[in-house]
């Protein structure tokens, strides 16, 4: 899929809490110690932090760095599978926070761990079809792990923030895009349940990597690219592991990767982590720069990407933090601080 | 529940707004609607004026005995922050603790979570303060 009118990213922001706790530290509650765990470190929301304020901080520094006032977005779209509400939207509150209301379209999205890439390809089409000039796609999350569950030790919390809009404007150009998606019940949380669980033998092969590969392979296809005609890639990062294993098996290397994986330090932040990583490229990144990226939502579905960078990037990349400053601002905290920040104590 | 007292904040919590003077320039904060004995003119004088986030930190405390719905927060700083613009505001601190801190200190405005009023209320979302990003060292 490639837009009629280009379409690029005018500015980006990111978001990771300043807590972490190990995943040694949870191993030590669970498991005596014993045995491997998936990530060194996961990111964990402050006491007074959810989707909606991660996602405010993220879209004022995409909104600094694109040099926009507020009220000229035409949209404010959040994604996430962990909106304090489950009805009254996080848009509207990220709106007003931002100064956009009231001539704005607010809206949430939801995939899983794809609900950021959602809003993205949403705001594209609205940009590329001319409807609106800028918007503005949050991926944001605080994800839920049953306690001493697998998941525990990856699901962590972050926001990112894309400005997209005309790419004659743009720091970075998105050159085309594909969605693939199947009813693939590889994860899933009924309503009124508190975690999520696992689909047994669906995650894995014929999720994640069934998705993420076949969305890759089909955008390389289109554009008529190899791995090695990009200068760096990104895949959805539920661990350590799979990014790296889908990435080998299409043909990419450890180099091209390592600047955008950043789930062994801060976990799977879920909606936010592909932009997560793209946004750690794009504060390193040179004009004329490709790079390739994939999203992976539970479901199940990916949406790939190919972007260029322009000259534009290096006016902007100052105008807000990096996720180097996010990165670097680490706080670890034991599991009884982790226990009770996440109100999982009975107080009476 | 006083969703309308949340709700009529929203500009000021949300984003730090308050007024600038047309003429003088003068910020103030919070906003304030016109007084009795003001006139019109001098009430329109003001225009609403979202502040920059940015000042430092006048002077601080520490609650340790928190008030209903903070208690979970306990022992958590609060400070008077004197902004760029001038005002002076009282809020709390966050992503800090007591030894973190300092008169003087540059610290920046955050739109944080302040309440939850109850499982069937709203949840209070507003501004706090935080020690300058970039100037943060943690644990790690």
């Known amino acids: 899929m490639q837009p009629d009118r280009p379409v690029g990213i005018l ?60 009220r000229q977005l035409g949209g404010v779209w959040v994604g996430s599978e962990s909106h304090p509400y489950s009805v009254k939207p996080s848009g509207t509150i990220v709106a007003e926070a931002l100064g956009t209301t009231p ?23 609205m940009v590329a079809s001319g409807m609106v000039n800028y918007m503005l796609a949050i991926g944001a999350d605080t994800a839920q792990g049953r306690p001493g569950d697998a998941l525990e030790y990856t699901a962590s919390a972050g926001a990112s923030a894309m400005v997209l809009g005309p790419a004659s404007e743009a720091l970075a150009i998105i050159e085309a895009t594909v969605s693939y998606a199947t009813d693939t019940p590889d994860f899933f949380r009924r309503a009124e349940r508190p975690y999520p669980v696992h689909g047994q033998r669906f995650t894995g092969e014929p999720a994640y990597f069934h998705h993420v590969g076949s969305a890759a392979r089909r955008l390389l296809s289109d554009l008529g690219r190899t791995p090695q005609d990009y200068t760096y890639a990104v895949f959805h990062q539920p661990n350590s592991k799979f990014p790296q294993s889908i990435a080998k098996q299409l043909g990419f290397t450890p180099e091209q990767t390592a600047p955008g994986l950043l789930s062994p330090q801060i976990g799977n932040t879920y909606s936010a982590i592909v932009f997560l990583g793209l946004s750690a490229i794009l504060d390193i990144a040179r004009p004329g720069d490709t790079i390739f990226l994939t999203s992976y939502g539970s479901g199940a579905g990916s949406d790939a990407y190919s972007v260029v960078v322009t000259d534009t990037l290096l006016e902007r990349r100052d105008r807000a933090p990096r996720t180097a400053d996010y990165l670097a601002r680490q706080e670890f905290i034991d599991y009884a601080m982790y226990v009770k920040w996440r109100n999982e104590l009975v107080v009476g | 529940m006083h969703l309308a007292k949340h709700w009529r904040q929203k500009a000021a919590y949300y984003r730090l707004e308050g007024q600038r003077h047309r003429v003088t320039g003068e910020v103030r904060f919070p906003a304030r609607q016109a007084t009795v004995g003001e006139s019109d003119e001098a009430a329109e004088a003001w225009e609403p004026f979202v502040l920059s986030g940015k000042g430092e930190i006048y002077s601080f405390s520490v609650v340790r005995q928190a008030p209903a719905g903070f208690e979970y927060l306990a022992p958590y700083p609060v400070a008077l922050v004197r902004l760029a613009e001038g005002p002076l505001v009282t809020a709390q601190l966050t992503d800090c603790c007591e030894d973190d801190l300092f008169i003087g200190q540059p610290v920046e405005m955050v739109t944080r979570r302040l309440k939850d009023t109850g499982k069937d209320g709203v949840l209070v979302y507003g501004y706090k303060f935080r020690p300058v990003l970039t100037q943060v060292k943690g644990n790690g």
């Open chain 1, 11 to 70: 500015g980006y922001g990111c978001y990771v809490p300043r807590y972490r706790i190990a995943g040694k530290e949870i191993a030590r509650v669970w498991t005596d110690g014993q045995g491997g765990v998936p990530v060194q470190s996961k990111s964990v929301p402050g006491p007074d932090e959810d989707t909606i304020t991660m996602a405010i901080e993220a879209a004022r520094h995409a909104l600094a760095r694109a040099g926009l006032p507020a």
């Open chain 1, 103 to 125: 001539w704005v379209s607010a809206a949430d999205w939801e995939f899983a761990c794809k609900a950021g890439s959602e809003a993205f390809t949403a705001s594209m089409g």
